[in-house]
């Protein structure tokens, strides 16, 4: 990144030193308020929000488009998600709108990649020019009119291919294409309600590990929540007893964390 990209990065960054998060409380009652017309109210909802906008948009940072355009991209997408946000969904407005933003920082470093990188070579020169003249949709051809070989070909096709329009766009009087799309994909009010519920399994899961003792979270963890468990075996040798007595501390453990998991539940009915 260019040393005036830097300085401008920290000043950016420098300027939402001060930015405090908000808790649910509060940033209910602002987007309420919002609602009934108080821009302020929206202004201190969505910049409260900012600072998670820049760290999403790190994600993006190796994709060769200027950090400072990916958050701007970002930042539309943040306030599209604020104009959306239906206070009768229990999520918070961070997690709603990580679904808008990522869609237009996605939607801007892909057209950006385009762009930018394709046609940089002599290869994908003459592939361009192929494609346009004739419309070629098998990959082995391509490859034989530019020189290229048939995994770039395959790869480069698609992108050939693609249609340019915008999402935007409103070719009729029917509305843009992006409130067309068909929903094959969870809605973005469906994605911040599973996140939402993740949330509280996880809140609830640690509850219930800080109910057992020692052993048994370390059985618990090493058998029931790693990628790569461990045996019986190893966990009694580990412990110094029997794989048959790990076995017995495992099942109280289930017990316990099932009925702790049941308590909460409970609770939050």
Known sequence: MPAEDSHAMRAYRHSLADVVSLDREAERELARRWRAGDRRAGEKLVTACLPFVISIALEYRRWGVPLE????????????????????????????????????????????????????????????????????ADPAALAAASGMTAEKAEWLLPLLSAREASLEARPDDQGALVDRLAGALPSPEENASSEEQRGRARVAVGEALRELDEREQLIVRERLMSDDPRTLQELGMKLGVSKERVRQLEERACDKLRAKLEELRDVAA
């Open 69 to 136: 355009d990916v958050i701007q991209q970002g930042n539309l997408g943040l306030l599209r998600a604020a104009a959306k946000f239906d206070l009768d969904k229990d999520c918070r407005l961070a997690t709603y709108a990580a679904y808008w933003i990522r869609a237009e920082i996605r939607d801007y470093v892909v057209r950006g990649y385009r762009v930018v990188r394709l046609g940089t070579t002599k290869a994908e020169r003459r592939a361009l020019r192929f494609y346009r003249k004739t419309r070629e």
